[in-house]
């Protein structure tokens, strides 16, 4: 299962764009990419999920470089309700595989 | 989206005793459930992984006759924390897979607080 390295914080300000990177220089070729936000006592939330290129929802964009060795999760004009540890994972294809956590970005917004 | 659901949400029990907590996929047919547990600010470890049906596959250090996990229908996996003790005390949260699930992803539940005194 690929490796995840991710900032272990980052503090911005309400209102500005955040820019969190992840690297998983071990992907597999069938393995996607997919973010998740977690609130303190509460199940990961699902954020996005690609393979490559751009992905983009209505609360996030997800950047994926060609060699896919690397993703950038941003989330635009943040609030204090983003507020979470956001874990960048990547895994298989089937669903069936589990998905292994890093130790995540404490995002801390401050107003 | 799919949605999972975990019940108790809470639960502080005396050491000794026995503790099950359920997933269900409420929407969804559930053909494996994943099982993790989290410290304090910590980050998710999986303990095993559960396929409707069949026995599940613990993870390295997991005491599997510690931790009990039955996956008896495509709706719902038990675990249970037998003899409980104080160190079982932790997050515990499922996740499930499954017929309908998007690919690659997992749904999860809101997660169960175990507190043993």
């Known amino acids: 299962l690929a490796k995840t390295t991710q900032p272990i914080s980052m503090d911005s300000y309400e209102g500005q764009e955040v820019n969190i990177t992840c690297s998983h220089n071990n992907i597999a070729t069938n393995d996607y990419i997919t973010w998740y936000q977690q609130f303190p006592s509460q199940g990961p939330r699902f954020i996005i999920q690609g393979y490559k290129t751009k992905v983009t929802n209505e609360v996030a964009s997800l950047f994926i470089p060609a060699d896919r060795k690397s993703s950038t999760l941003s989330l635009p004009r943040v609030s204090l309700s983003d507020t979470a540890v956001y874990y960048c994972?990547?895994?298989?294809?089937?669903?069936?595989?589990?998905?292994?956590f890093g130790k995540g970005t404490r995002l801390s917004v401050i107003a | 989206g799919a949605v999972v659901s975990q019940h108790p949400s809470r639960v502080i029990c005396k050491s000794g005793t026995s503790v099950k907590i359920e997933c269900r996929s409420l929407?969804?047919?559930?053909?494996?459930m994943f099982w993790y547990r989290q410290f304090p600010k910590k980050s998710l470890m999986l303990m095993a992984t559960s396929n409707e049906g069949s026995k599940a596959t613990y993870e390295q250090g997991v005491e599997k006759d510690k931790f009990l996990i039955n996956h008896a229908s495509l709706t719902l996996s038990t675990l249970t924390v037998t003899s409980a003790h104080p160190e079982d005390s932790s997050f515990y949260i499922c996740?499930?897979?499954?017929?309908?699930?998007?690919?690659?992803?997992?749904?999860f539940g809101e997660g169960s607080r175990l507190t043993v005194l």
């Open positions: 996740s499930a897979s499954g017929q309908g699930a998007a690919t690659g992803e997992l749904f």
């Open positions: 929407d969804f047919q559930a053909t494996t």
């Open positions: 994972l990547v895994g298989g294809f089937s669903g069936n595989t589990p998905l292994v």
